[in-house]
């Protein structure tokens, strides 16, 4: 990690920006990979299969037989973790559910909005060196509490033409049966347009990499909705005297070791633990199994020293974290300061893992500084929110003549007359 010390505000955009790359190469060969999706559907999709994940693959949809399988292969352990995450999960998207008030703004004019579900959505699972079985959870329930009618779920095969077992079991525990071999940009074509075996779905769901980010961006051009523009994994570490220099190495790593497109932030006014939490860092790296991809990452990282918490507050805001934790005191009082942040995590012993994978908030989250403007995946994400009106005669007698003049003001007079029919019927009747 590269320490920066004191860097003026005027360098802080500089410093805080994400890896940079080349997005006009991305985005055609993405491009290409769409239109032939379109055009050749499961062909397409087996071709890529084995241009890009090296497999042959038969049959797209995976059978009933192979989603069986794979629950004897996972532990009783991992099934009792995954039940416990579940649960929390359900519990805290749960609350999320409001109920309809209707409002009557004037006498006579009552208005109102529903929450309709999203009827077909589609949920993408990176598999590759990390098989994301837990953002199967993070995406299901909050489908399944909104009231989604169908939910699909593509994920890539390994080289032996299956889905790893975790996914497979986490998928029926949570209901979730149309299940298809494919992944990376192609899955995300063949969601948003559909092909003979992958039905077309309204709205995309589910992190990837720089391939997948960028088709899902680009579908949105047809007309096919998307969570959020989520690139690769970060986190920000605001550390202070009060920090545990070996957790927040730690957490650190946790998010370096995802790929070495992702970025980790140590912010800190105490050099002395900068300096601690960097040799905890070199320490527990070399105990890794994915060393290699965090030490990558780590090179794109930054430790900025700052003088003040009042600085550290100002800057994070202007970095806009994915996962923002707060290890300070006066953990609380700071976090309410915090504008821009995916999710926020308070003191020593709340790691990000805990948000990953069981404490109940979702981990779905807007990368690459979207938190300015993009909430993570809730319960909404998964409806839409359609408003309703009902006038009674008097309700028009009384705002009619402010529609008629709003209206007249704009030049819009077929407006102006949609209300005048109305009132002079209702003066006729009366």
Partial sequence: MQIIKHPKKSEWSRLLKRPAIDSSSLEASVTNILHQVKASGDEALKRFATIYDKVSVAELLVSKE????????????????????????????????????KVETMPGVVCWRKSVAIEKVGLYIPGGTAPLFSTILMLSIP????????????????KDGKINAAILYTA???????????????????????TESVPQVYKIFGPGNQYVTCAKQLVQKDGVAIDMPAGPSEVCVMADDAANPSFVAAD???????????????????????????????????????????????????????????????????YAAEHLIISCKDDEVIAEQIINAGSIFLGNY??????????????????????????????????????????????????????ELMAEAEGLEAHANAVKKRIQDIGKRS
């Fill in 350 to 403: 709340s790691p990000e893992s805990v948000g990953d994978y069981a404490s109940g908030t979702n981990h779905t989250l807007p990368t690459n500084g979207y938190a300015k403007a993009y909430s993570g995946v809730s319960v909404d994400s998964f409806v839409k929110k359609i408003t309703y009106q009902k006038l009674t005669k008097e309700g028009l007698q009384h705002i009619g003549k402010a529609v």
């Fill in 172 to 194: 029926k525990l949570v209901g979730i049966t149309k299940i298809f071999k494919t992944g990376g940009a192609q899955a995300i074509a063949a969601m948003a347009y559909g």
């Fill in 66 to 101: 192979e989603i069986d399988a794979a629950s004897s292969t996972i532990s009783s352990e991992l099934k009792d973790a995954i039940a416990l995450a579940k649960k929390n999960i359900e519990t805290f998207h749960a609350k999320q559910v409001g109920t309809v008030e």
């Fill in 252 to 318: 650190l790593l946790s998010q370096a070791e995802h790929g070495v497109d992702s970025q980790v932030l140590l912010v800190s006014n105490s050099e002395a633990m900068i300096n601690d939490v960097l040799i905890e860092t070199a320490k527990q790296l070399e105990q890794l199994p994915r060393k290699e991809f965090a030490a990558k990452a780590l090179e794109n990282s930054k430790a900025i020293l700052l003088h003040t918490t009042t600085e550290m507050i100002e800057l994070v805001n202007e």
């Fill in 143 to 158: 489908a399944k509490i909104a009231g989604c009618k169908e939910i699909i779920l593509c994920t890539p095969p390994g």
